[in-house]
């Protein structure tokens, strides 16, 4: 069974850092794209970071030099450090593993056609 469990969100003021994990189970993990995505409530979801499986790193341009996605193979997780968070970044950010056959339009269109997410875990932001 597939399993990604996402942790490390929570509340932090503004100008803090937090660090997301994602854990996962029941794939091969280094053979998958991953990525984080964020939702707020009647948006659709986007792309915040995606890293492919040599360890390549794209950012959305609200993240950039903020955030950094890193990847360990050994532990089966996917992780993101955010810092100077913003109160704009409050959201439900989710996991996501991408399959090695759909790689390539999730790192392009940014977008997971086939794959797998997680539950989600809630970032608030605020003073």
């Known amino acids: 069974e597939v399993q990604l469990v996402e942790s490390g969100g929570g509340l932090v003021q503004p100008g803090g850092s937090l660090r997301l994990s994602c854990a996962a189970s029941?794939?091969?993990?280094?053979?998958?794209?991953m990525g984080w995505f964020r939702q707020d409530p009647g948006k659709d979801r986007e792309a915040v970071a995606l890293?492919?499986?040599?360890?390549?790193?794209t950012y959305a341009d609200s993240v950039k030099a903020r955030f950094i996605i890193s990847r360990d193979n050994a532990k089966n997780t996917l992780y993101l450090q955010m810092n100077s968070l913003e109160p704009e970044d409050t959201s439900m950010y989710y996991c996501?593993?991408?399959?090695?056959?759909?790689?390539?339009?999730?790192?392009?269109?940014?977008?997971?056609?086939?794959?797998?997410w997680g539950q989600g875990t809630q970032v608030n932001v605020s003073s």
């Open positions: 029941g794939f091969r993990f280094s053979t998958y794209c």
């Open positions: 996501a593993a991408a399959t090695p056959y759909w790689c390539e339009p999730f790192l392009t269109s940014r977008r997971l056609v086939g794959g797998y």
């Open positions: 890293i492919d499986q040599k360890d390549v790193a």
